[in-house]
C-alpha cells in the first residue's frame, strides 16, 4: 500500500486494473521477518486468544459471580468494600493524610496528580529517547506508581475481615420466607403487644429486636429466652399459658410454620424449602 | 455463488480496498511472538479489545433478564444466576471479564509506557488511550450497583460520598450521578443507563479513534 505524501485515500480508491494478489510486503522502515496481517498474522493472534479464552471460562467455572442478600439501606452495620481494582482508592482514604478534614487530598488531590500525570506523559516526557533505563525519571516515577497501587491494595486486601463480610453479605433464608400466618403460634403472637413492640408485627425485626427467625433455636432454647430475656431483651414479657408459650416457641423454632396441626403441609413447605435451598447452593 | 455475489457488491460499490486496507499491512518481526517470545508482551492491547468484545456480547445478553429497578433488579439479576440455562456462565463471564479487561488493560499501559511509545508522533493515541482507561473504571463503578445487592449498594454509597467530597464540583456531581438526594431508585437507573448507553458510547468511540490512529502511525519500532 502506497503510504505518506500522494497516498490514496479509500474515499478516493479505484478498483485497480489488476487485482494484487495478497502477499506481504516490506516494512521498508523495520526490515525483518514481517508477515501480513491478515491471514497469516490473525491467526496466529487468534490461538493466543483461544488459549486465554480456556483459562477465563475455567476461571468463570471454577468461581461463579457472586451474589450477596438483596441491598438493604437501612443496615448501617455494613462494612463496604468497592471491587478489587478500586481498592487502592479505598485504601489510600484510610491514611491520617488523606482522611477527615485532608479527604481533599486523598479523593482528589493525589490521584488527580497521578491519572493527570499518566494522561499527560508525552508532554512531561518530551525527550526523543525510548529505552526505560536511559529516561531514568519516567521510568523511577512509573514504578513508584505501580509499587504504590500494589502495596495500596494490598494492605486493603490484608486488613479487611474476610471471613466477617462473607458472612455480613450471606443470603439468608428470610429472602422468600413467608411466615404462616393462620398458624396457632401466630394468633399467640398477635396478642403479644411487648413482642410486637420490638420485633415488629411481621416477626422479622423491628425497633431494637432482631429478626426471629435469623437464629438457630430450638423450641427449648426459645422458651428459655423468652422466660429469662436475653441481652436488651426483658424477662417475663409473655403474657398467657405455658402452653400458649410452648406453641409459640415451637413455631418461632420452626422458623415460622406451624409445627404441629397440618403437620403435612409444614412437611411439604419444609422439604420443598430444604430443596430450594439445596439449588442456591 | 458466495464470490459472485461479492463481485457483484464490490462492482457497484468498489468495497475491496475497505477491508484491503485493514487486512494488506505487515506486521513486523518486533511484535510478533513468533519470532521472539518475549515480544507475547504486545498481545495485551489485542486481548484487551477481546475481551471488550467479550463484555459487549455477554452484556447484550444480560440485559435480556436484567430488569433496572430497585423492586425486581435483584429478583431478576438471582433468577438469571440460579435459574436461566447457562445464566451462571453468562453472568460469571461479564463478572471476571470486568476484573480480566482491567488488567490486561493495565498491563498494556505498562507496556506502551516502558517501550515508550507514547512519544511523538503518538502523544494522541496515549491520550485516547488514557481517556479509555478512565471509561473502563467507569463502566466498572457502575455495573457495580446493578445486581442491587448489599455490597452493590454500600460499594456504591462509598464511591459517591467519596465524588461528593471533591470541592466545588463535588455536590454537582453526586447528584448527577445519584439523580438526588438519596442513593435509591433513581440511582439504579442512572447507573444502568450510563453502564449500558453512555459509557459504551464513549467507548466505541475512542477505540474507534484509537485503532484509526494505530492504523495510520503504524506501530513503533523496536527500542
Redo the contacts between chains.
Sequence with gaps: ?HRGKGMKF?GD???PAEKKP?I????S??P??????????LL??WM??AV??VG??V???A???????????T?SG?????????LF??QL?KYEFAAGPY??MG??VIPGIA?GA??L???L????????LK?PI??SL?LLG?ISVFFLTWESVDQHDWEAAAE??EITDDVDMEVDESAEGYQIFESQDSCIGCHGGDMLGGSSGPNMFESDYDTEEVIEIITNGKGAMPAGQFEGSEEELETLAAFIANDGQSADGGDAEAEEDGSEEEAEEA??E | MLQKVYDWV??RL?I???W???????????V????HFSA?VY?FG??TF??VV?QILSGMFLTMYYVPD?INA??S??YL??DVTHG??V??????????V?VMMFLH??RV????????P??LN??VG??L??VL?GL??TG?LL?????????T???LE??E???VIGGFAKTLLAGGEI??AQTLTRFFAIHVFFLPGALLGLLGAHFFMIRKQ?I????
Design positions: 500500500m479509500v480508491s479505484r478498483v495478497n506481504p510486503k516490506d516494512y522502515e523495520y525483518g521477518k514481517t508477515e501480513a496481517f491478515w491471514p497469516n498474522f496466529r493472534e493466543v486468544g486465554f479464552l477465563y471460562l476461571l468463570t467455572v468461581h461463579p459471580a457472586p451474589l450477596e442478600r438483596v441491598a438493604d439501606p443496615d455494613y462494612i463496604p468494600l468497592p471491587d478489587w481494582y478500586f482508592l479505598y482514604l479527604t481533599v479523593a482528589v491519572f499518566l494522561l506523559a508525552p508532554w516526557d518530551k525527550g526523543s529517547e525510548r529505552r526505560p529516561r519516567a521510568t512509573m505501580f455480613q453479605g439449588t442456591e | 464490490d462492482e468498489d475491496t480496498p475497505l484491503r486496507d485493514i487486512a494488506d499491512h505487515e506486521v513486523p518481526e518486533h510478533n511472538p513468533a519470532h507475547f498481545c489485542g486481548l477481546f475481551v467479550i430497585i435483584y429478583e439479576v438471582y444466576q440460579n451462571m456462565i453472568r460469571g463471564m461479564h463478572h471476571w471479564g470486568a476484573s480480566l482491567i499501559t505498562l509506557f516502558f517501550t515508550g511509545s507514547y512519544k511523538k503518538r502523544e496515549w491520550v488514557v481517556l482507561f478512565f473504571l466498572g463503578f457495580y445486581p442491587w445487592d448489599m455490597k452493590a449498594y454500600f460499594a454509597v462509598v464511591g467519596i465524588a467530597s471533591a470541592p442513593i435509591g503504524g513503533s519500532g523496536p527500542l
